[in-house]
């Protein structure tokens, strides 16, 4: 079982930057693929970003094309904790963004993740 705390949404001007965190529980965090997810009013959830830890200092990501080149996203498996930092926001980004946790190898597809948490509120104001 792994719980999962997001922080970090808030309020921000177009072109600004946010940095969410996403901590979480258990003792098998290194081996969970983690993504980001976010979801806007009338609109379906979609896939952000994901991280998967590859061993040593090699990790696999991958990103929507919306927020390539915008987004990054890292882990520190020592703390638990995701990251994703978000650079040149655009009132688009705006959404609930949701950390999930796949046991597996991880994809972009919202079922693959089994673990989810409650969501941090993202507001970019043009």
């Known amino acids: 079982q792994v719980q999962l705390v997001e922080s970090g949404g808030g309020l921000v001007q177009a072109g600004g930057s946010l940095r969410l965190s996403c901590a979480a529980s258990?003792?098998?965090?290194?081996?969970?693929?983690m993504g980001w997810f976010r979801q806007a009013p009338g609109k379906e959830r979609e896939f952000v970003a994901s991280?998967?830890?590859?061993?040593?200092?090699?990790?696999?990501?991958y990103y929507a094309d919306s927020v390539k080149g915008r987004f990054t996203i890292s882990r520190d498996n020592a703390k638990n904790t995701m990251y994703l930092q978000m650079n040149s926001l655009k009132p688009e980004d705006s959404a609930v963004y949701y950390c999930?946790?796949?046991?597996?190898?991880?994809?972009?597809?919202?079922?693959?993740?089994?673990?989810w948490g409650q969501g941090t509120q993202v507001t970019v104001s043009s």
């Open positions: 999930a946790a796949d046991p597996s190898y991880g994809s972009s597809a919202i079922g693959a993740y089994d673990y």
């Open positions: 258990g003792r098998t965090f290194s081996s969970y693929t």
């Open positions: 991280i998967r830890w590859r061993g040593g200092s090699t990790y696999y990501t």
